[in-house]
């Protein structure tokens, strides 16, 4: 039997999330020691679930998260091993832009685009030239894909694939 247009793209969103949380190492662009932003709370969340991240921040050499202090690389270009890593973006639409090329000409294959931080060309961009790109209607939450409310499923989906193999 055929599938439905909604579990194609439930079935695309999973496998989506599969590539992303399948990556050794996951960076946060937007990251801030400002506990009040999302780029703090996001990379909060990936080291409350003991997850390798490192911040993306071109302003600040370091920022503190969790009462510690993390060294920022400035572009996903400046990562170690830049293909071994998933990219969350916390950055406005126009940035994020040119975030994504990089991450791209880095070598990067999935990215997480969190509400806010892209627009309909952007999304178009990143689901055309990454492997995986999660972002825009969908997830559990009004805003769309979030790691904060869509992560813990995709963490699942990701370990379901991990016991198979």
């Known amino acids: 039997m055929p599938s439905t247009r ?3 793209r439930e079935s ?27 780029g703090n709370i996001v990379f909060a969340w990936y080291l409350r679930h003991s997850l390798p ?13 969790l009462k510690r202090d993390h060294d920022t690389v400035p572009s996903p270009k400046a990562l170690q091993d830049a293909p071994s890593y998933s990219l969350s973006v916390i950055t406005p639409p126009a ?32 689901k055309n030239n990454f492997k995986a790109a999660i972002g825009g209607n969908g997830g559990v939450g009004s805003e769309g894909w979030c790691v904060l409310v869509d992560g813990e499923e995709g963490l699942r989906v990701a370990e379901r694939e991990w016991s198979r193999l």
């Open 6 to 8: 909604g579990q194609k």
């Open 12 to 38: 695309q969103m999973e496998a989506a999330l599969k590539t992303f949380f399948s990556s050794p190492r996951f960076a946060v662009a937007g990251a801030s020691s400002d506990p009040s932003k999302y």
């Open 53 to 65: 991240a490192t911040p993306i921040n071109p302003r600040v050499s370091t920022v503190n998260i």
């Open 95 to 126: 940035v994020t832009k040119q975030l994504l090329k990089e991450a791209k000409d880095a070598g990067i294959s999935a990215v997480w685009l969190q509400p806010g931080s892209f627009d309909r060309e952007v999304l178009d961009y990143a």
